[in-house]
C-alpha cells in the first residue's frame, strides 16, 4: 500500500510532513485539520489525515479560518463497502477555529468529490474545574475519505492536571450506525467505547504514557505503554 507521502509498506520510512507556507498559502504533503483530535488515545475522530493539498489560510486575534483543496488517491473501506478510486480525485476543507476566553471552538466541514459523500465535525473545549473538558461529534453523509466509522458520533473527554506531571483522561464515545452497505450508505449497530489516559512526566524530557479502553460492540479490550523522549 501506498500513502500521500510517498511510503510504501516494504519501505517503512516516510516524512511526516513536507510543505511550504508563505503567509496564508500553504502547500505540500501535510496532516490536515482531521488530524486535531481529543487528547486521550480512544477517540474515533477522522480516517485519512495526510493529504497532499493547498490551503489558504486567515488567522486574526482569536479567529482562523482556512480552505484546503486535497488530492485523494488512496481507497478505503468502511464494513461492507469497499471504495477503489479511479485515478485521483479532489477533496475540500473547509475550518473555522475560535477562541473565546477559556473555551475554543473549531468547525470542519469536507467533501470527496470522488465518493460523493462528506463529514461535519464540531469540536470544543471549555476550562471546568481542575481541568479541561473536550467535546466533539460528527456526522458523515456517507463513507468518504475523511470519515468512514459511522454516520454519527459524540466524544467527551475531560483532561485533569493531578499534579505538575501527572494527566489523567477519562473518555467516552458513542457512535450512530457503524456499518455501511455496498453504496457507502451508513446503517446496522451503534457501538460505545469508554476508557482513560493517564500520562506521567518521569523527568524532563521524559514523559510515559498508560492508554486501556474497552469497545462495546466487538467485547475487546485494547491499551497501549509508551515512553517518550524529546531532544
Known sequence: SRDNSGST???????????LQ?????????????????PGELDFLSNQTRFTSIAYIYSGDAFTAGLQVDEL????????????????????????????????????????????????RVWGSVEVGPGT???????????????????ATVSVAYSF??????EIIPEFQYFWDTETDADGDFGGENDWA????????????????????????ADTWSGIVRLQRDF
Open 73 to 120: 488517491s488512496d481507497d478505503f473501506e468502511s464494513s461492507n463497502f469497499i471504495y477503489g478510486r479511479d485515478g485521483n480525485d479532489v477533496g475540500l476543507e473547509g475550518v473555522i477555529q475560535a477562541t473565546l476566553g477559556p473555551a475554543t471552538l473549531e468547525v470542519l466541514g469536507s467533501y470527496d468529490f470522488g465518493a460523493e459523500d462528506g463529514a461535519v
Open 22 to 38: 508563505l503567509g496564508g498559502f500553504k502547500a505540500g504533503t501535510y496532516l490536515s485539520w482531521w488530524d486535531n483530535d481529543l
Open 133 to 151: 473538558l473536550h467535546v466533539a461529534g460528527i456526522y458523515a453523509s456517507g463513507a468518504n475519505a475523511y470519515y468512514t466509522a459511522a454516520e
Open 161 to 166: 492536571k493531578a499534579t505538575d506531571k501527572l
Open 9 to 19: 509498506a516494504e519501505d517503512n520510512f516516510y516524512f511526516d510532513e513536507v510543505y
Open 194 to 217: 469508554a476508557g482513560a489516559t493517564v500520562n506521567y512526566q518521569i523527568t524532563e524530557g521524559l514523559t510515559s504514557k498508560v492508554s486501556v479502553g474497552y469497545h462495546d460492540l
